[in-house]
């Protein structure tokens, strides 16, 4: 597998822009529920649902992507209880940054051995000014509880583990289209099903009553994560993964305006911070 170009085209940037903000929209509809475990379990099987008719248009990814596709439904598993851990424990606009600032610096280092990228000294600074502006946007307003802060830890590892596994599958699968549509198919099946074997009763009649909150966050979920794994078939995974997390200053956004998070004026300065990081990846 060769290495990517270190380049960064404006095309790919804002295509993971937009992949940023759709992120932060299927998580604020986790956490705009009163019920943030039954609500993810509902986004993770509407991802197969979703999957399941686009099948017949897409081909299998080829044999040596499986591997890494499977170890990603393996982790995933951790990262949907870990994501619902977060939101039961405090604001989005707390645990959403800390989980997504911590998880670029982990998959950068681990990037240079493990996709050999060699960085520009500017990407790096950009990577470093962004996950530091969502890091700061997570302690404003005084940082979050040590519960969020935990399951919001945990979940960066988890994460720096799943884009390894799907930066490195998607490069090996003959096309970025069939790797993210049979990944959806299978990803959220684990966590769903396990929620659905130990809260049956809660989960059913959760689902008839919200399976449209389901379905919407399925659809953003898996629009977001299919633009950012295509766009690591284009830049290195570590660039993507930062650009990728400037999604906290639209969950903080939405936290502050729309579920009542407050301390909008205090996040100012981390969302400079993270625009500075832009920049700098562009040089």
Partial sequence: MEPIGSALTAGVAFAVLGAALLHAAWNALIKSGREPLLD?????????????????????????AWPYLAASVA????????????????????GYPILRGTAPLLGAAASVFWFHEALSPAAWAGVLLICGGVLSLGMAGGGASRGVTGWALLNA????????????GVRLAGGAGGYVVWLFLFQGLPFGLAVLAMRRGEFLGH????WPRGLAGAVLSGLSYGIALWAMTRAPVSVVAALRETSVI????????FLGEGHLKARVA????????LVALRF
């Fill in 250 to 257: 639209f969950a903080s956004l939405i936290g502050a305006w």
């Fill in 75 to 94: 982790v995933h598993l951790a990262y949907y209880t870990a994501l619902a851990g977060a939101y039961k424990a405090g604001d989005l606009s707390h």
């Fill in 207 to 210: 689902a008839a009553r919200h």
């Fill in 270 to 277: 981390g969302a400079v911070i993270v625009f500075a990081g």
């Fill in 157 to 168: 590892l988890v994460i720096a583990l799943y884009t390894l596994a799907d930066g490195t």
């Fill in 40 to 64: 993810t379990a509902l986004i993770a099987l509407g991802g197969t649902l979703v999957a399941l008719p686009l099948l017949p248009l897409v081909r299998p990814p080829d044999p040596a």
